[in-house]
């Protein structure tokens, strides 16, 4: 009988699972977005940018069926983006506790208008998210420290899910 563990790393199972937890994560931050008008600074808008990346990876693997080598790169890929995914959910973090500075602008909302006064009415509409101030915590954590924990706990899933199918090559 296999260990369930096992069988959780072994492909397709494991492709399964960082699609779902991708999935959730972006339908977590989009609900927040629209579902409770959490507007999103250009910290957050990069840090979704792992998730939808790996979200395509991940079908890839569970459509193609690259159990063999292309499989363990695809699932390291992951990982690495992954990884990065949680060095911008640091730094957004830092931006956040005033560590250090971030990015030098924060608007989200693209300029539009087909004359002068309709560009300046729309830079006056615009309500510009700062990556410095905190729009939602849950016991004490923002969701960029949330963020660090789970891109960790994905990047480690992704990694031993690779070295799980490299050792099944041999």
């Known amino acids: 009988m ?29 609900t927040m977005q629209y579902g409770f008008g959490l507007h999103p600074c250009v910290l957050c808008l990069w840090q979704r940018v792992p998730y939808i990346s790996t979200a395509v990876l991940a079908l890839v693997i569970w459509l193609w069926h690259p159990y063999r080598l292309q499989g363990v790169l695809l699932l390291s890929l992951c990982a690495a983006l992954y990884l990065i995914g949680m060095g911008l959910a640091i730094f957004h973090s830092g931006v956040e506790l005033h560590w250090w500075l971030g990015t030098s602008g924060c608007a989200i909302e693209p300029l539009s208008g087909t004359s002068t006064d309709d560009l300046r009415q729309s830079l006056l509409r ?6 410095d101030q905190i729009a939602w915590t849950l016991f004490g954590l923002s969701m960029a420290n949330w963020n660090i924990a789970f891109s960790l ?6 990694a031993a ?10």
Do not use: D
Request: hydrophobic residues 55%; positive net charge.
């Open 161 to 170: 899910a690779a070295a799980k199918t490299h050792n099944s090559l041999s």
């Open 153 to 158: 706990a994905l990047a480690f899933f992704a």
């Open 126 to 131: 615009t309500v510009a998210p700062r990556c």
């Open 2 to 30: 296999p260990c369930p563990i096992q069988k959780t790393l072994s492909l397709p199972r494991a492709a399964q699972i960082l699609l779902a937890a991708n999935l959730s994560a972006i339908l977590f931050v989009l």
